[in-house]
């Protein structure tokens, strides 16, 4: 390989411009254009430089036996570099924006509208996605169909957002940057030489023109030097702050994904679980799966950012494409898996389900009403005239389920009927209903386990007397918190009262120290005038 072709490899892996390098080197772009075109070979100076820039040998640099330049160190990947490559993408655009004319500048407009256009179009089908994902989510409850919704809707607004600028950037880098930096600043400058001849001495005046201001700068190093280590000074402190507030961002970013992260591992659990009982659900598995590999990718991402660390992009393309394939997978068989369920709005007519009866008498008393503390389906009175004296309460609940109490002081208190709920994962009954139920892909209203039915038994007189006394009871507490409630806004009342008796008070001190110092004004200005009439009777005689 010759060493133009060397040459133009190196700058364009640094992802530098002939102007860059020729800034670097400090010569002019048409010495740098006449070495990569092979017309001229630099001097040694500029050769030992070139090999510094480059970080590459002078034998490797200028021996055409060798075939492929080994760079010395390889570069670690750090913010510092990745802040650098954005910054010299935009000013590489800014460049070559201005040089373009009008109509080309149309032309690039318009591809980066086209571009934009299509990666927007990406959204529908993660919209189509995410509607699919609200319909399997809303056989749930709807507090956990909430909470599975938003993050559902998350995890695929951050993976739409990553994929998009990925994707962006790599097509403008190669569509438009590397297309446009060289083709059309050629193309014109072909123009010229062919159909004006004066524009092309013009070029060769700015050409020496540049050489000269290039051999003064050599003459009068130290201002040179002065400057650059201001404007490297001024890139450091902004490079620095940059590079703090991305690790800022990067930093309060993570801990929600860090949550997000260890709420998947324990639904990974909790389905491998439910494999080894039997209840397999591929499709949730496989959506768990592919959370879990975005998850860690981003959270991979995101420490590579805070502690500058080298991350493979080939890596990080690999876990997002096996992400993407993974959520795929995974929506299609939950689909096809759920679409076969079941829901029944009752409770299953089994051994296991079934209801028991607690009864407990209790003797009236004038001040007797009865209370509930738990879920109940519905209470019922039934008159019987025969309990004179007494009434009688019949609990229907699931004892496999749950468990009553009644609870009583003394015959002037209420009673209360308890009912203590035990559905819960923790309980075996339970677990094993909710399994089986899983296996034969059927769901049935649980809630309904820890409901109780009440029937009362009393005469109407005694019935009507319960009714009016827990009315009375009602009416009762409902004045006391009100009156409660009146009783502290009297009480902030007074004292907001006191505080504006207070401040009048203090109003008033000061309004009298105001009169008293106008009244001194006052005698001030007299004696003043006085004076003033003094002296000038004293000038005038």
């Known amino acids: 390989m010759k060493f133009s072709e060397k040459l133009q490899k190196l700058r364009k892996e640094n992802k530098m411009s002939q102007e860059q390098l020729a800034d670097q080197l400090e010569v002019s772009r048409q010495a740098v254009s006449k070495w990569e075109s092979g017309q001229t070979y630099p001097e040694m100076d500029k050769l030992l430089s070139i090999c510094k820039l480059f970080k590459c040998s002078l034998d490797d640099l200028t021996n055409d036996e060798v075939k492929e330049i080994k760079v010395n160190e390889k570069e670690k990947v750090t913010m510092s570099k990745f802040l650098d490559e954005i910054l010299d993408t935009i000013s590489r655009s800014a460049s070559i924006f201005r040089k373009l004319s009008f109509s080309q500048k149309l032309k690039y407009l318009s591809g980066l509208l086209i571009l934009v256009f299509v990666l927007a179009l990406l959204r529908i089908p993660v919209d189509y996605i995410y509607e699919l994902g609200v319909n399997i989510f809303e056989s749930f409850h709807p507090s956990v169909e909430n909470v599975l919704c938003s993050i559902w809707n998350f995890i695929l607004s951050i993976s739409y ?3 998009s600028v990925i994707v962006f950037y790599y097509l403008y880098k190669v569509l438009f940057l590397e297309k446009w930096e060289h083709e059309p600043i050629d193309h014109l400058e072909g123009k010229k030489e062919n159909l004006n001849i004066p524009e092309v001495e013009k070029e060769k005046e700015k050409e020496s023109k540049k050489e000269s201001i290039i051999s003064e700068e050599k003459e009068s190093p130290t201002l040179r030097n002065h400057s650059e280590i201001k404007t490297s000074v001024i890139l450091k402190v902004l490079n620095s702050i940059a590079s703090f507030c991305v690790k800022l961002c990067s930093t309060l970013i993570l801990f929600p994904f860090l949550f997000v992260f260890f709420f998947i591992v324990v639904a990974i659990i909790i389905t491998l679980y439910f494999m080894l009982q039997g209840i397999i659900y591929l499709g949730i598995f496989f959506l768990l799966m592919g959370g879990f590999i975005l998850c860690y990718l981003v959270i991979q991402i995101l420490f590579s950012l805070i502690t500058s660390h080298r991350q493979s992009s080939r890596q990080i393309g690999i876990l997002f494409l096996a992400s993407l394939i993974t959520l795929g997978i995974g929506t299609g068989i939950t689909v096809v898996e ?11 007519n089994t051994e296991l389900y079934k209801s028991d009866f607690a009864e407990k008498e209790i003797e009236m008393t004038d001040g007797f009403y009865f209370d509930i503390i738990g879920s109940y389906e519905n209470i019922e009175y039934v008159k019987d005239d025969d309990l004179k004296n007494t009434v009688r309460f019949q609990v229907e609940y699931y004892s496999n389920f749950s468990k009553v109490n009644f ?6 208190n209420p009673l209360w009927i308890v009912a203590e709920s035990k559905v819960h994962l923790l309980n075996p009954r339970v677990r094993e209903a909710i399994f089986k139920n899983l296996k034969n892909k059927e769901l049935y209203n649980y809630g309904k386990l820890e409901r109780m039915n009440i029937v009362v038994f009393a005469s109407s007189l005694n019935i009507d007397k319960m009714q009016e006394n827990k009315e009375k009871i009602e009416s009762e507490n409902e004045r006391n918190y009100y009156d409660s409630l009146l009783e502290s806004n009297r009480e902030r009342e007074a004292e907001y009262q006191s505080l504006i008796d207070q401040k009048e008070i203090e109003n008033n ?6 009169d008293e110092l106008e009244e001194q004004l006052e005698e001030k200005t007299i004696k003043l005038q006085e004076y003033k009439d003094q002296i000038s009777s004293i000038i005038t005689e």
């Open 161 to 163: 957002l990553i994929f």
């Open 338 to 348: 759920f679409s076969s369920f079941t829901y029944y709005d009752e409770i299953p």
């Open 407 to 412: 609870e009583m002081v003394n015959t002037e």
């Open 509 to 514: 001190k000061l309004q009298l120290k105001i």
